[in-house]
């Protein structure tokens, strides 16, 4: 029919339920990025590295090695704030 409008749909309801678990997701999210770019440091410690090996001089293997085992470490701390965050809302 021309001329009729059409009735908006109902305003969905907001559980609590719903409210928390967007507030955790975002609270993780935080946790979750730190991680990915962890990992992605990590992975370019480790080109960096095996690309200083052939040939590379003590001092340039030395270095990349510093920044391999840097990496490592962010990788395990930002891992083990997920999983911590994570925790929080189990349960």
């Known amino acids: ?3 009729r409008a059409a009735a908006a749909p109902p305003a969905p309801a907001v559980s609590v ?3 928390t678990m967007a507030h955790a997701q975002i609270i993780c999210a935080r946790e979750a990025l730190a991680y990915i770019n962890a990992w992605k440091n990590y992975l370019n410690a ?4 095996q ?5 590379g001089t003590y001092e340039e293997i030395m270095d990349a090695a510093i920044l ?10 930002t891992g083990l704030q997920l999983i911590t965050c994570l925790a929080g809302y189990l349960s």
């Open 46 to 49: 480790w080109n960096r590295y």
């Open 1 to 3: 029919m021309p001329g």
């Open 68 to 77: 391999l085992d840097q990496a490592a470490a962010q990788v395990g701390t």
């Open 51 to 55: 690309l200083a090996l052939p040939g």
């Open 17 to 19: 339920a719903a409210v």
